[in-house]
Antibody, heavy 122, light 107 residues
């Protein structure tokens, strides 16, 4: 069965960095685009970043552009989010999500990880 | 960017009620719309994709309709397990946005 397991969350200071990982299993990882989505405490869902199935294209929300980098290692079935220059407003649960259609860019999510909490505080 | 506006933000209803949630897009998104259900402390779960396609395993009391800029999620007879927050999402390639959510509460 499909499993997505995030790790790497924790506490960081403003201006600091964290790298999130999302380990994937149960499907052919290299065939599917992947996303990061976040949710601030008590708030709604916010799309963060997308990476194409082959890593050849990425897209970012304006709120994280220039600070966050999405990447993937298809040989190890792992998705990453490098977060630099962290701000208080980046405090959220971060989810990785798999898109439903193989080789697609525009598709809904059929599986989500359990989320990892990032807290930015001095 | 395409903005998604959901209404209402909160909805109080009883078991057995018919419930409708609306989502409006700031520009046409054809049928590139999904609906998700989220319960506290859990990841969202997809209910509907392509505006009206029921996902496998989702009860038939859930239905979606609409195209272009106006969409609705309907629960035909609200069940105890349905009290949750619901989000719409548009997924035009390279433009992904969520509505702000609708919390369905027990009346």
């Amino acid at each position: 069965q499909v499993q997505l397991v995030e790790s790497g969350g924790g506490v960081a200071q403003p201006g600091g960095s964290l790298r999130l990982s999302c380990g994937a299993s149960g499907f052919t990882f290299s065939h599917y685009g992947m996303h990061w989505v976040r949710q601030a405490p008590g708030k709604g869902l916010e799309w963060v970043a997308f990476i194409r199935y082959d890593g050849g294209d990425q897209s970012y929300a304006e709120s994280v552009k220039g600070r966050f980098t999405i990447s993937r290692d298809n040989s190890n079935n792992t998705l990453y989010l490098q977060m630099n220059s962290l701000r208080d407003e980046d405090t959220s649960v971060y989810y990785c999500a798999k898109i439903a259609d193989s080789y697609a860019s525009g598709s809904h999510y059929d599986y989500w990880g359990q989320g990892t909490l990032v807290s930015v505080s001095s | 960017d395409i903005q998604m506006t959901q209404s209402p933000s909160t909805l109080s209803a009883s078991v057995g009620d018919r419930v409708t949630i609306t989502c409006r897009a700031s520009q046409s998104i054809s049928s590139w719309l999904a609906w998700y259900q989220q319960k506290p402390g859990k990841a969202p779960k997809v209910l509907i994709s392509k505006a009206s396609s029921l996902e496998s395993g989702v009860p038939s009391r859930f239905s979606g309709s609409g195209s272009g800029t106006e969409f609705t999620l309907t629960i035909s007879s609200l069940q105890p397990d349905d009290f949750a927050t619901y989000y719409c999402q548009q997924y035009n390639p390279y433009s992904w946005t969520f509505g702000q959510g609708t919390k369905v509460e027990i009346k």
